[in-house]
């Protein structure tokens, strides 16, 4: 079956401009993450959401970023006036629910590689 | 705050040696969660294994095993009979239960050569 989808794979942009990053999970997953993750590093959690509801955005580094999912399946990661720190690979991630339990499998996406110049 | 440490940053082996890729974590939580994940030079991160804080139970899965001890907070991770499909990224992480954010280390790239 389809995996996590990411668009585009690749993005360059001029350091001010904004940029909009797409993940199309899993069908049926609850819930979706989205990292970061610099040259070299770990991903980093920036925010989570279960359905359409934002329930973490602990991780966002600065205002400038926002990500929203707004029916339930579909999630852009938006990053207003970029800037060089936030050249990355953007990871996002969709799991099959929630619980008090034991934590379902994160499935990741390929990921967008963001170079601001 | 939880922390998951690979002191290893990158190692080489030739085809057929046993390698051991090592993760130590720090919590506070009682009941949490570690994961090894694969990362390709594709990209995707690629799910190995999932173990609870309850179970100390070592697991093997092929090629794979995996070596957990709360002592010594360390989930060691261990090829025998490496190939070079094995070569990439490997990343140890930490969750709690819940929604389950996951905590990653920095990684340890595995070169495996003919």
């Known amino acids: 079956g389809a995996g996590v989808s990411q668009s585009p794979r690749y993005k360059v942009a001029k350091r001010g401009q904004d940029v909009a990053l797409r993940c199309d999970p899993i069908?049926?997953?609850?819930?979706l993450f989205w990292y970061q993750q610099a040259l070299g590093q770990g991903p980093e959690f920036l925010t989570y959401?279960?359905?359409?509801?934002?329930?973490?955005k602990s991780g966002l580094p600065s205002d400038r970023f926002f990500a929203e999912r707004p029916e339930g399946s579909v999630s852009t990661l938006k990053i207003q006036r970029t800037q060089q720190e936030d050249s990355a690979v953007y990871l996002c991630?969709?799991?099959?629910?929630?619980?008090?339990?034991?934590?379902?499998?994160?499935?990741f996406g390929p990921g967008t590689r963001l170079t601001v110049t | 705050a939880q922390k998951v440490t690979q002191a290893q940053t990158e190692i080489s082996v030739v085809e057929k040696e046993d390698v051991t890729l090592d993760c130590v974590y720090e919590?506070?939580?009682?009941?949490?969660?570690l994961f090894w994940y694969k990362q390709p030079p594709s990209g995707e991160l690629v799910f190995l294994i999932r173990?609870?804080?309850?179970?100390?139970q070592n697991e093997i899965s092929g090629r794979y095993s995996w070596n957990f001890q709360k002592s010594t907070s360390s989930f060691n991770f261990t090829i025998t009979a490496s190939q070079v499909v094995d070569s990439a990224v490997y990343f140890c992480?930490?969750?709690?239960?819940?929604?389950?954010?996951?905590?990653f280390g920095k990684g340890t790239m595995l070169l495996v050569s003919p």
């Open positions: 991630a969709s799991s099959l629910a929630v619980g008090a339990g034991e934590p379902y499998e994160q499935y």
């Open positions: 069908s049926g997953h609850v819930s």
């Open positions: 959401f279960q359905n359409e509801a934002q329930l973490d």
């Open positions: 919590t506070r939580d009682t009941t949490y969660y």
């Open positions: 173990r609870n804080s309850f179970d100390e």
């Open positions: 992480a930490l969750s709690n239960p819940g929604y389950s954010t996951l905590t």
